[in-house]
């Protein structure tokens, strides 16, 4: 069955530097989630989005900003980085005619900054 | 607001020992979902369970069984006989009830890291 795909599965960067990272969630999938996962740390809720229009936000930087398109893959815009957000970054999808509290995860983005 | 509590930040067991992980949550919601998610050295969260509020009977699936007690909101996680497989960040999870356009976020736990020797 598809899964949650995310590319690209690593990714260095310098300070200052601008990366995106992509999500392609599960077909029919409507919500797609992100989440920051920092070195020995829990996963930390950034944002979400249902129906192409955001749906939650949690702690993501003002430098971060992220859109869901017509297909659904959504991406992550990060700008002006920092060493700080060397993280694993997880997204996930749903659907919401599906089973309540159903995540679906892929597998992840590590983005290293130097 | 939610909150996800794992007491145990490492646990050193050797191989076919039992094992239980403690998960405590904090939430006001009647209606949330709890979870359980294995992360191996590669990284990837590996879902294990989800349950729901309203449904406390306890679960096993093979060498995983799962204790959830509302009256002392937690949801304890057992590994019998575990293996070195086992060897990973077990994270628990919360979720409230979804919200009308999408709202299933998960406020996670710390995490615990087991480690199993031989």
């Known amino acids: 069955a598809a899964g949650v795909i995310q590319s690209p599965r690593h990714l260095i960067k310098e300070k200052r530097e601008t990366a995106t990272l992509k999500c392609y969630p599960i077909?029919?999938?409507?919500?797609v989630y992100w989440y920051q996962q920092g070195p020995g740390q829990d996963p930390q809720f950034l944002i979400s989005?249902?129906?192409?229009?955001?749906?939650d936000k949690g702690s993501i930087p003002d430098r971060f900003s992220a859109q869901q398109f017509s297909d659904y893959h959504s991406e992550l815009n990060m700008s002006s980085l920092e060493l700080g957000d060397s993280a694993l970054y997880f997204c996930?999808?749903?659907?919401?005619?599906?089973?309540?509290?159903?995540?679906?995860f892929g597998e992840g983005s590590r983005l290293t900054v130097l | 607001a939610q909150k996800v509590t794992q007491a145990q930040t490492e646990i050193s067991v050797v191989e076919k020992e039992d094992v239980t992980l403690d998960c405590v949550y904090e939430?006001?919601?009647?209606?949330?979902?709890l979870f359980w998610y294995k992360q191996p050295p590669s990284g990837e969260l590996v879902f294990l369970i989800r349950r729901n509020s309203f449904d406390e009977q306890n679960e096993i699936s093979g060498r995983y069984s799962w204790n959830f007690q509302k009256s002392t909101s937690s949801f304890n996680f057992t590994i019998t006989a575990s293996q070195v497989v086992d060897s990973a960040v077990y994270f628990c999870?919360?979720?409230?009830?979804?919200?009308?356009?999408?709202?299933?976020?998960?406020?996670f736990g710390t995490g615990t890291q087991l480690k199993v020797e031989l």
């Open positions: 999870a919360l979720s409230e009830a979804p919200l009308t356009g999408g709202g299933n976020k998960l406020t």
């Open positions: 996930a999808s749903s659907f919401r005619q599906g089973s309540p509290g159903e995540l679906f």
């Open positions: 989005f249902y129906e192409k229009m955001q749906s």
């Open positions: 939430t006001r919601d009647t209606t949330y979902y």
């Open positions: 077909p029919r999938h409507d919500t």
